[in-house]
Each structure stands twice: as C-alpha cells, then as structure tokens.
C-alpha cells in the first residue's frame, strides 16, 4: 500500500506528473499542517490532515474542512512530519512518499531525512522528494538499489554512517568497486546517469542517494 504524505517543505508541483515517486494511486494520503496547502494546489483530497495547524492559514483550514483532522498540541515531542509518518505506519503502509520533505528550514529538512531511517526500521519502502530531486536511503537490506531516471540525470551518494564498507557503483558515468567511504568524503558526489540504471551497493553501513532529475 502506497501511502503520500504531503509536508510543507518545497515542491514542485508542476513535475507531479514527469517524477516516477509521485505518479499512481495512493492510499492513505496525509497532510502534515503546511502540507494542506500543497494538496489544494495539487487539487488532491486528503484522507487526514494532522498537526497543530501553525503553518495553515485559517482560509486554506477552511477549504479542507470537509476531512478529517486531527489537532495536535503546539507543544509536543513529535513534528508534524513524525505524526504523519506514526499515521502512515498506523494505516499499514508499505511503502511512503515524503512530498514536500525538502527546502525551507534545514533542521526539518534533516530531520525529515532521519524518517527515511524509521521507516526502513519498520519494512517499509521510502523517499524524500520535493519534485527537483530525491533522496531514498541505502542498507544493506535494500542493497543492490537501482537508479532509474533519464539519462543524464545528476545523482549523489552520500554515507549516513561514519563509514559505508563495502559500496558499489555500476552502470553510471564514473563507477565504484568495493570501496569503503568516510561520512565528509565527497567523490561520489555529481556522478550521472546513462542510458540504463544504476545500481548501488553497500556492504555495511548506510547511504543517501540523492537524484537531481533533468527536464527536456
């Protein structure tokens, strides 16, 4: 079950359609806060809208008022985005799309990339995405992953961990054989796409691949 869950970082929603992580069906669809005001946009019907309402003006409130909500006290432990994805893994998902999770403020930013560790704690497939570019989160237990985007395409890895052993690159413009990377090393930042996936390794440790896509 693919769950959206719209946050009130950037995004580009012109692109809805041409990034591969936000077309389909998905079920539930969540706003956290802010998140309602991408959902207007996008003309999309959400089937919550959680937070403690903060980054939602009172006339966007209005306009969704017709779903359900679900107020959350101003001062609590949790962001927005935390709740959202509590109610995503409430609801069953098997795989998230965190829309929205990039731009803005970079504590949100980063602490919305620490999501994609919780969820894969839980099973559950995941990506950041703000419709520029995507970030997805490589273990060993998803590992090899594929990058499949146009060719051309600018895409980074990054290691989470102080060090990812082991890692990987094929089918890209500059490859990687079994090289261990130190969190800081930046020789895998800017490697591009061809004309058939890549795919990414990591024998232990975790990684960030980040996807920068190209429009035609």
Same mark, same amino acid.
């Given at each position: 079950m693919r769950c959206l869950i719209l946050l009130a970082g950037d995004l580009n929603t012109a692109a809805w359609q041409s990034i591969p992580e936000l077309t389909g069906d998905f079920r539930p669809i969540i706003c956290a806060d802010g998140g309602g005001l991408h959902a207007l946009r996008l003309c999309v019907t959400p089937d919550?809208?959680?937070?403690?309402f903060d980054s939602l003006?009172?006339?966007?409130?209005?306009?969704?008022?017709?779903?359900?909500?679900?107020?959350?006290?101003?001062?609590?432990?949790? &962001?927005d985005a935390e709740l959202a994805v509590a109610e995503a893994l409430r609801s069953g998902a098997t795989e998230v799309v965190l829309a929205g999770a990039l731009g803005g403020r970079l504590d949100h930013t980063l602490a919305n990339l620490g999501l994609l560790r919780v969820l894969r704690r839980h099973g559950v497939k995941a990506?950041?995405?703000?419709?520029?570019?995507?970030?997805?989160?490589?273990?060993?237990?998803?590992?090899?992953f594929v990058v499949n985007a146009q060719p051309g395409a600018l895409f980074s890895v990054l290691?989470?961990?102080?060090?990812?052993?082991?890692?990987?690159?094929?089918?890209?413009?500059?490859?990687l054989t079994h090289?261990?990377?130190?969190?800081?090393?930046?020789? &895998?930042?800017?490697?591009?796409?061809?004309?058939?996936?890549?795919m990414i390794s990591v024998g232990q440790g975790e990684l960030l691949v980040l996807v920068n896509y190209v429009y035609k």
């Open positions: 919550i809208v959680l937070g403690d003006p009172a006339a966007e409130l209005h306009l969704l008022q017709a779903v359900r909500m679900h107020k959350f006290p101003t001062l609590k432990d949790e &962001t990506v950041a995405t703000d419709g520029n570019q995507s970030v997805w989160l490589v273990t060993p237990h998803n590992s090899p290691p989470l961990s102080t060090q990812a052993d082991d890692v990987s690159i094929t089918g890209a413009r500059w490859e090289s261990d990377l130190e969190q800081g090393a930046t020789r &895998t930042v800017s490697n591009q796409l061809l004309d058939t996936p890549a």
